[in-house]
């Protein structure tokens, strides 16, 4: 959806039409595409050089202060002796920058999962990047969640950095509404469905029919499977699947996302065409939902704090009063702040609170 208009970079969404953010462009500085996502970074005319990610402008060297500062500052001043700290995302370098300044900070730890985005960053964001020599810093290239889940009750703030999953979610859209797109052309069914159904006709004495409707698995696809051609430890060992179980985990993600914002898209309509986008689907989307919520929370000491990006009231109110209904019954304190962003979406950007502790104060 974003474009570079000639010398102007624009960044346009039909999520909200007639409106975009535009920056003029002296200089493309590193243009590439990772396994994750596309990567830009310009050199602005009155903004600095700037980060864009899949589209939507991440950070630029004139406002990013205001960003970093209040997602790192505010849980870290809450919290009565912070030592600990994991962020998550953020492989700009600019959060850790800040969580650094405080002194009792013994140890951070950096989770992001593409390491071209800490490299471009490194070269061309030198000030953001510049505390990755510091000793008291770890970085884990690799996923969040799965890091969280393997340590936890650790960590005395967690900070999460995550991008938006507009550009992906408008994509979708666009595609689904296609007058010529033909669905049996796309259609690509879960493997773990698949192996569902037939576990079930197995196991259960399960009709062929009733057992592709519960698992909204395709009739005729099924019925080959079990038609002595192929058993269920055939599935297991047969090919790769389309879908790891993990990517499985994002795509429904993602259907979360699309339903708090009013799109009705079922899981399989996703499955449908997620092969055909050949995009990293629901990877940010993740990090809105109350499952990674739970996962952070695990991950805490018992007067942990957590800090996330927390989107725009303008935009997303929405998403973010889901946010704050799934993390009050979670958390015994939570709050939300704000702070004015030029460059991002809607000019401001805020920020959701938890913490584990009933003492703590967030105004």
Known sequence: MSSIDKTWFRELNDMWAGYCVSLEIEEILFQE?????????????????????????QCSERDEFAYQEMIAHIPLSCHPNPKKVLVVGGGDGGVVREVLKHPSVQSVILCEIDQMVIDACKKFLPVMA????????????????????????????IITD??????????????????????????????????NAMQAIKDKNVSVRKAAKLYDVQLTTLRDRVDGRCSVETVKSGPEPLFSQEEEVRL???????????????????????????????????LFEEEYYQNMKAALNSNG???????NMYLDLPLIKKMLGFSQKMFPKIGYAYTMMPTYTGGHIGFVLCSNSPNTNFK
């Open 33 to 57: 595409k990772s396994k994750y996502q596309d990567i830009l970074i310009f050199k602005s005319k009155s903004f600095g050089n700037v980060l864009v990610l899949d589209g939507i402008i």
């Open 130 to 157: 510049q505390s990755f020599d510091d000793p008291r810093l770890t970085v884990h290239v690799g996923d969040g969640v799965k890091f969280m889940k393997d340590h936890k009750g650790e960590f005395d703030v």
């Open 162 to 195: 995550a991008p938006d999953p507009i550009e992906t979610a408008t994509t979708l859209r666009k595609m689904l509404s296609r007058k010529k797109f033909n669905q049996a052309k796309y259609r690509q069914w879960s493997p773990t469905a698949m192996l």
């Open 252 to 286: 429904v993600n993602f259907v979360s996302y699309m339903a708090s914002l009013g799109y009705g898209l079922s899981r399989t309509q996703v499955l449908e065409v997620a092969s055909d986008l050949a995009i990293y689907l629901g990877a940010a989307a993740g």
């Open 305 to 311: 704090i957590i800090c996330c990006q927390g989107e």
